[in-house]
């Protein structure tokens, strides 16, 4: 049972590069989310989906797409990448009736 | 939109002593978690608080959720070096709703 797997782990892109961060979890959880975190910010929410199909934006969606083909599967995609989106990204799921999240192990990006 | 406010941002204790964590929301909240992350770490999961005024406990961590449901804490009796990291708190303001983050309370301790 591996629980939630983000890939890659770590990421060197250069402004204008486009690339997809993969989260994958095992759990059968309906809901999965995208967080960035960056110093003295917290987590903050990007995008998040309740379900197979759907997905919805966050606090910070800006510049970011994502996609939910696949109930154990939730993509990130950043079509250009900016400095600004150097950051730690996390994914996380849970089952629907607010129970607790799992977490990724995180995914460091940077954007020279 | 729905904000989650979080103090202190960072708290230095000397071993042995006592450390709290607050947590406020801009909206009243089904229920919040409590979460740890140590350095280099992600989030783990501690707890789930749903009732007004709920208040609990995990061996030396004391966990309560205000009777508005609008604010929560976390209290730490008698720190240890192994409590090191930064705690969040996180909210819903329904049951099927996104999951929301404070930005979280760096903790170090000192032996």
């Known amino acids: 049972n591996a629980g939630v797997t983000q890939t890659p782990k770590f990421r060197v892109l250069k402004t204008g590069q486009s690339m997809t961060l993969l989260c994958a979890q095992d759990?059968?959880?309906?809901?999965m989310y995208w967080y960035r975190q960056d110093p003295g910010m917290g987590l903050r929410l990007i995008h998040y989906?309740?379900?197979?199909?759907?997905?919805a934006k966050g606090e910070v969606p800006d510049g970011y797409n994502v996609s939910r083909l696949k109930k154990q599967n939730f993509l990130l995609g950043l079509e250009s990448a900016a400095p600004s989106q150097t950051s730690v990204y996390f994914c996380?799921?849970?089952?629907?009736?607010?129970?607790?999240?799992?977490f990724g192990q995180g995914t460091r990006l940077t954007v020279v | 939109g729905q904000q989650v406010m979080q103090i202190p941002q960072y708290q230095h204790v000397q071993e042995g002593e006592d450390f709290t964590t607050y947590c406020n929301s801009s909206t009243t909240l089904s229920n919040i978690q409590w979460y740890k992350q140590r350095p280099g770490g992600h989030p783990v999961f501690l707890i789930q608080?749903?009732?007004?005024?709920e208040v609990k406990k995990q061996k030396r961590l004391t966990f309560q959720f205000g009777e508005a449901k609008k604010n929560s804490s976390l209290h730490i009796t008698a720190t240890q070096t192994t409590d090191v990291g930064t705690y969040f708190c996180?909210?819903?303001?329904?049951?099927?709703?996104?999951?929301?983050f404070g930005q979280g309370t760096t903790l170090q301790v000192k032996p």
């Open positions: 996180a909210g819903r303001t329904s049951n099927t709703g996104k999951l929301i």
């Open positions: 759990m059968n959880h309906e809901y």
């Open positions: 608080l749903v009732k007004s005024g």
């Open positions: 989906s309740v379900g197979e199909g759907t997905t």
């Open positions: 996380a799921s849970n089952h629907q009736g607010s129970t607790e999240a799992f």
